[in-house]
């Protein structure tokens, strides 16, 4: 059996090309609610609702609403890189992202990458990043360039 190659953009597209047709089939008329929750160093049994019994009430409740992932697996194992991946849907090294980022490097993910909130935007959703951004902490690299319509977080990890 032949494998298909994906591409990025293909990939992107119809990810929002997917919630756009999900929002076409919704009985009502408002867009569904997209939440990506990227938490490091969170392992498959720490939820509730994987069968940890370490209580997480919210968490567990917006599985038992929404969809549950049973398969994803980071792009690389530190914060930088997996974050810059899950926005592309590319792999690290192509995003130029391959190491933790820190203040000092002056470097970010790219503004030419397209990024899962700028397709989304593009389907009328309004975008929002709380949390460590992590990818460039120079002003052209902020979360608002890449689609986040708002931002509340820190930009680097506090070491």
Same mark, same amino acid.
């Given at each position: ?30 867009? =569904? ?43 690389? =194992?530190?914060?930088? =890189? ?60 902020? =979360? ?16």
């Amino acid at each position: 059996m032949k494998q298909a190659i994906v591409g990025r953009r293909f990939f992107l597209r119809a990810a929002g090309g997917a919630l756009a047709a999900m929002t076409l089939r919704a009985q009502s008329s408002a867009m =569904p609610n997209v939440v990506v929750i990227l938490a490091d160093d969170l392992c498959f049994g720490d939820l509730g609702c994987y069968g940890s019994t370490i209580p997480t009430p919210n968490l567990d409740a917006m599985a038992e609403e929404g969809i549950r992932l049973t398969r994803f697996y980071s792009a690389a =194992p530190v914060c930088s =890189p997996s974050r810059a991946a899950l926005l592309t849907g590319r792999y690290p090294v192509r995003t130029g992202v391959v190491n933790v980022l820190m203040p000092s490097d002056g470097m970010g993910l790219k503004n030419s990458e397209q990024t899962l909130p700028k397709v989304l935007k593009q389907q009328g959703y309004r975008t929002a990043c709380v949390g460590k951004w992590h990818l460039g902490s120079q002003p052209s690299f902020m =979360p608002n360039q890449h689609g986040f319509d708002e931002f509340y977080g820190l930009l680097t990890a506090m070491i």
